[in-house]
């Protein structure tokens, strides 16, 4: 099975073209089949075709600009903070991607509350997005928004992410709203 990354979707090593053809519409074998002597060839245009597969969503990002490491951060956090003791990664993104005075924070933070302070919650949530916000002073801001749950149960919690420009460390979490 090939995996993707990027995408994290998963397809099937077998998975050829014929796979993504429209229902309904005959494989392509059918169509290119002989016709009897007496039909009519039928023009090129008329003969079904096999769609090709969507292509698949590309990430990317710098790791110089602050609002892509916070997204680096809560991709591998929200990843490891999903997987059941997985309390050493946790710490070690903590290390690297936050400053220590931030780690303290959360530290205090979750003794009173109880929770995780990265997610501001008890368990984990079904999705994230990061969406930088400006800077000065030499911090920028970040949105992140975290989904809970699934379809139209979904709801969401925003948080304001404040990185440091020169150490591209995140020097704060808090609720945003």
């Known amino acids: 099975m090939a ?6 979707v998963a397809v099937p090593a077998s998975v050829s073209a014929m796979d993504y053809a429209p229902a309904g519409a005959a494989p392509k074998a059918a169509a290119e089949a002989p016709q009897s002597a007496g039909d009519a060839p039928k023009p090129a245009a008329e003969a079904p075709k096999a769609q090709e597969p969507p292509p698949a969503p590309v990430l990317s990002g710098d790791p110089e600009t602050p609002y892509t ?14 997987d059941p003791g997985s309390d050493a990664a946790a710490t070690a993104l903590r290390a690297f991607y936050l400053t220590p005075a931030a780690q303290k924070r959360l530290a205090d933070w979750e003794r009173r509350n109880e929770a995780d302070g990265v997610l501001r919650a008890q368990n984990s949530p079904t999705a994230w997005r990061v969406t930088p916000e400006g800077s000065g002073m030499g911090t ?27 150490s591209g460390k995140i020097s704060d979490i808090s609720e945003k709203y």
Do not use: I, N, Q
Not at 152 to 165: A, I, P, S
């Open 140 to 166: 920028t801001w970040s949105t992140v928004r975290l989904t809970w749950g699934e379809g139209k149960d979904r709801t969401y919690t925003y948080l304001k992410v404040t990185t440091e420009l020169a």
């Open 3 to 8: 995996l993707t990354l990027a995408g994290l």
């Open 69 to 82: 490491r916070v997204a680096h951060f809560y991709a591998a956090y929200v990843d490891v903070a999903s």
